[in-house]
């Protein structure tokens, strides 16, 4: 047993080890919309356990360096544009966790972590969290994205975080694995060809265990390149998969897609 879980076990404060979710949150207007999509986040946020605090690393907080959110009362923000004034509307009152954010900061020894009270729940998060927990009575903090940094640092970032899966934080990646905004299509859903193989491919090493595949994918060349014009949707799974332990398994829901060129798929990570 390492010091660090010598300590949580003699203060009390260990716990059963949380799942792990990577959630693909697509259009915004998913967070009001009753569709396949927010009914999924619903049901699984329903089954889960009721964690102490909830990790998010969302797509939408990119920065130079890597920071954590402490507010206590964080704010919600509407970071998009063009859509129906019942968006601009919602609110995640949920609290933060200071607490569990210093912890963090403590953990990632090797990457150096720097608290931030000025972010909010960007889209990314409260559009999912509404949905699975609705009531926002447990503690959300943030993990943002240096866009700066190689494939390699998001995972290994994940791998010095994931003991907080065993003080009951559920931490939930929220991006797409295929994110392609220019092109979308409004009046259909044909995936593209490249998005269905960038998809399978994922789908493939996620179920094969094959990570450090999935942390290499711009081996995948073109197909890649159209599957993330730009990486922001794709790095917060990259973190998730950090934290994944060796005696659990891939569940997916939402395996489909939306607008032709935004894979929905989601998975779960638990021990089985």
């Given at each position: 047993m390492t010091n660090d879980l010598k300590r949580l076990a003699m203060d009390g404060t260990a716990t059963e080890r949380m799942p792990l979710l990577f959630v693909g949150h697509g259009n915004p207007l998913n967070a009001i919309e009753d569709n396949p999509f927010s009914r999924a986040w619903t049901e699984t946020g329903a089954a889960l356990p009721v964690p102490k605090a909830i990790l998010s690393v969302s797509a939408?907080?990119?920065?130079?360096?890597?920071?954590?959110?402490?507010?206590?009362?964080?704010q919600t923000i509407?970071?998009?544009?063009?859509?129906?004034?019942?968006?601009?509307?919602?609110?995640?009152?949920?609290?933060g966790a200071p607490?569990?954010?210093r912890e963090a900061q403590e953990l990632a020894v090797k990457h150096h972590?720097?608290?931030?009270?000025?972010?909010g729940f960007d889209h990314g998060t409260w559009s999912v969290l509404m949905?699975?927990?609705?009531?926002?009575?447990?503690?959300?903090f943030q993990l943002s994205i240096d866009y700066s940094r190689p494939m390699e640092y998001h995972f290994e970032l994940g791998e010095e975080l994931r003991r907080l899966r065993e003080r009951?934080?559920?931490?939930?990646?929220s991006g797409n694995i295929v994110h392609n905004l220019s092109a979308v299509t409004w009046q259909e859903n044909r995936p593209y060809d490249w998005a269905l193989e960038f998809d399978a491919a994922v789908t493939r090493w996620l179920s094969e265990g094959d990570h450090r595949s999935i942390v290499g994918f711009q081996r995948l060349g073109r197909t890649a390149a159209m599957s993330h014009p730009?990486?922001?949707?794709?790095?917060?799974?990259?973190?998730?998969?950090?934290?994944?332990?060796?005696?659990?398994?891939?569940?997916?829901?939402?395996?489909?897609?939306?607008?032709?060129?935004?894979?929905?798929?989601?998975?779960?990570?638990?021990?089985?």
């Open positions: 939408h907080w990119l920065t130079r360096g890597t920071r954590v959110l402490s507010a206590e009362r964080p509407h970071d998009f544009g063009g859509f129906p004034p019942e968006m601009y509307r919602q609110q995640y009152p949920a609290p607490a569990m954010a972590v720097s608290l931030d009270d000025d972010w949905r699975m927990f609705p009531k926002a009575d447990v503690p959300v009951g934080v559920l931490v939930i990646g730009t990486y922001d949707h794709f790095l917060p799974l990259l973190t998730i998969l950090g934290m994944v332990q060796p005696d659990e398994v891939p569940e997916f829901f939402n395996a489909s897609f939306d607008m032709s060129s935004v894979s929905m798929r989601s998975v779960l990570f638990r021990r089985q």
